[in-house]
């Protein structure tokens, strides 16, 4: 599992949780200077071998999976918030310099890119031999993903500027915006189906299940709309109290919700029902997209703790992540009789985490 | 209270702050110096009543001084101290209520710019529980840090903030703090006039540059209110120099006038100390020119 502590990347061995290597560990630039990170917002993405994060210093970097030693790294413009994608031989990624870059994903080197009309936060849906990316200039914008060129006539235009990551299910774009309204748009032309307005911003990437779309908003509510009219669903929204950022998942029969201030909830998806008797507090803030594994989801919280959801039980742990003993620094400790330190602190300043990439799923 | 700070204060400077933004071409570095600015005019009354106040304390402390040696008696003591104030028409109120009524705005405005500098994801998810549900506003988030060299959300790595925010500090501690007769107090003084501005140019390294813009600001804006108010014979370069701090002398001079016409003091207020005569004697008192007589 690839995940975020302490300003570093770290790829973790899910099953002893121990780190395997962290990144960066006194690795430099080209220039000399050492390389930090400054916070890791979105997700890391697996290919190849290979680990790509883009990072707020700027950067992005490609990590050997097996040594996590860099491959290459390539100084964008401004922070990196979303996440990269890998598809086919090119890595594509925003910057907060109004950029969106297709990059050579085996050297680096940029193969083409387009100029949004303000920052991109938002993590690109890479579908279809189509890039759609979603900037804060308002716009969704469709591209080719060989060459970057414009697909529809027009970009589709929201009230807001867009952070979050589109869905893409049966010719239908989902993308929420800081206008409040949750969108859906149609892939093929860029126009749009129809909108639902909530209290505040829509910033999570929408779950679609069946026929229905769940999405969390920052006015603390957990919607669900029909895919086809964008209906409410439930007799009433989830309230979690809180704002909602963290994608939701569904896990077997249950709908897993967070907040950021670290509560989640376990809903029926059917009525919006909790099915636990209370929701788990974690004591943490949760704003990253979770990780569902198996019967489990792993929730990576701000400052680098982390979190197994066990939806089935209602219940929660935080997992103890320990850094791999080196020879150099200290003898390996006694299975059993040691104290692990604790790599989930300090908090590193801004770094809301990204979610955790389980390695092995691109 | 919380609520009813984030509602009363906290969210409405938020708001007016991007609208402000809004307004000068999305530049939220200039939108931080302007709205420093209004709110410095806006306080000015109160600043100005508190600078007044602040001098004519302690133009009056070598009377107070000599009340408190010549009245043993506690209450005797406070009741003279009392009289003093009331003939020279001076509220001992009048430095601390002004400030206590400008501290919210000053705070508030403190944790607007700390709300919306940020420019991270999770300061923005922070900020849209405080943004007014109005297009006009929302539409201007994510803000545009870029200002001149900063990064409004990050600090400043060059260090040429910190000697803006120190320097500014400086010159501004220099103009309002009056010496003292006490040479304790002239000490303390002293040392907090370089200690104060160091601290916030060392913090300027470590906070957000959007915030250390605000400090330098507001800094500079009191240095000219000061200016236009005092007139240029009190805000001569002599006055920020160490061997301009007039001597215990003139201090004393200055006593002699005021127990002989203390209803007068508040009316001189303004020329003292007179930095031009100081700067005539040594730090000891004596007078430069003696010397050449010597000769």
Redesign the interface.
């Known amino acids: 599992m690839i995940h975020s502590q302490s300003n570093k990347l770290a790829v973790v061995d899910i099953a002893s949780l121990q780190v395997v290597w962290e990144f960066p560990s006194g690795q430099k630039h080209g220039d000399g200077t050492k390389i930090q990170l400054q916070g890791i917002y979105g997700n890391p993405v697996i290919a190849d071998g290979t680990v790509y994060s883009g990072a707020y210093d700027g950067w992005l970097y490609a990590v050997d999976l097996a040594s996590g030693q860099p491959k290459w790294q390539d100084r964008l413009g401004g922070h990196i918030i979303g996440g990269a994608v890998v598809a086919g031989e090119l890595v594509y990624v925003g910057s907060s310099d109004n950029q969106f870059y297709a990059l050579d994903a085996a050297t680096g080197a940029e193969r083409w890119h387009f100029e949004a009309g303000d920052d991109i936060w938002a993590t690109p849906l890479v579908e279809g031999g189509v890039v759609y990316v979603a900037a804060m200039d308002k716009k969704l914008h469709a591209l080719d993903a060989a060459d970057g060129h414009q697909l529809w006539p027009k970009p589709f235009a929201a009230g807001g500027g867009i952070a979050g990551t589109p869905v893409l299910v049966d010719g239908t774009l989902l993308v929420g915006s800081f206008d409040r309204r949750l969108y859906a748009v149609d892939a093929a032309s860029g126009e749009k189906k129809w909108s639902f307005k909530a209290d505040n911003w829509f910033w999570t990437r929408p779950l679609v299940e069946g026929d229905t779309v769940y999405a969390g908003s920052l006015d603390g509510n957990v919607y669900a709309l029909g895919l086809a009219d964008g209906k409410p669903r439930w007799p009433k929204p989830f309230d979690l109290g809180a704002p909602v950022r963290a994608a939701p998942v569904l896990v077997g029969d249950t709908l897993v919700v967070a907040s950021r201030s670290g509560r989640v909830a376990g809903l029926n998806p059917q009525n919006g029902e909790p099915v636990w008797p209370l929701p788990l507090e974690v004591g943490k803030t949760l704003l990253a997209d979770p990780l569902p594994q198996g019967d489990v989801v792993y929730y990576s919280a701000q400052g680098g703790a982390l979190f197994k959801v066990m939806p089935k039980e209602g219940g929660f742990s935080q997992l103890l992540v320990v850094k791999t003993p080196t020879p150099t620094t200290s003898p390996p400790p006694a299975t059993g009789t040691s104290t692990p330190t604790p790599a989930t602190s300090p908090t590193p300043s801004g770094a809301a985490g990204p979610s955790p990439t389980q390695v092995g799923t691109p | 209270m919380s609520a009813v700070w984030d509602v009363v204060f906290l969210n409405p400077l938020i708001n007016a702050l991007i609208i402000l933004n809004n307004l000068l071409f999305s530049n939220f570095g200039l939108a931080i110096v302007v709205f420093t600015l209004l709110m410095r005019l806006a306080t000015m009354p109160l600043t100005l009543r508190q600078i007044h106040s602040t001098r004519a304390m302690t133009t009056l402390q070598p009377q107070i001084q000599e009340v408190q040696k010549k009245y043993k008696d506690p209450k005797r003591r406070q009741e003279e101290t009392m009289k003093l104030y009331r003939q020279a028409g001076v509220n001992p109120l009048g430095c601390v209520l002004p400030m206590l009524v400008q501290m919210p705005i000053w705070f508030a405005l403190y944790a607007a710019l700390r709300s919306t500098v940020?420019?991270?994801?999770?300061?923005?998810?922070g900020l849209?529980?405080r943004l007014y549900?109005w297009?006009y506003i929302?539409?201007a988030?994510?803000l545009n840090n870029h200002f001149l060299w900063l990064d409004l959300g990050q600090p400043d790595h060059t260090l040429i903030l910190a000697l803006l925010v120190g320097g500014s500090m400086y010159i501004q501690q220099k103009l309002t703090t009056l010496p003292s007769t006490d040479p304790q107090t002239q000490a303390r003084n002293q040392m907090m006039t370089w200690m104060m501005p160091l601290m916030f140019a060392l913090f300027t390294q470590q906070v957000p540059s959007g915030l250390a813009v605000y400090w330098a600001m507001s800094n500079i804006t009191q240095v000219i209110m000061y200016y236009f108010v005092y007139g240029p014979k009190n805000v001569g370069w002599r006055t920020f120099f160490p061997a301009s701090a007039p001597a215990p002398g003139s201090a004393a001079r200055r006593r002699d006038r005021a127990e002989s016409a203390p209803a007068e003091q508040e009316d001189e207020e303004p020329a003292a100390p007179a930095p031009a005569k100081t700067s005539k004697r040594y730090r000891d008192g004596r007078r430069r020119g003696k010397r050449k007589n010597r000769r």
Request: hydrophobic share 20%; net charge negative.
């Open positions: 940020g420019g991270t994801p999770e300061s923005v998810v849209s529980q549900p297009t929302e539409s988030v994510p």
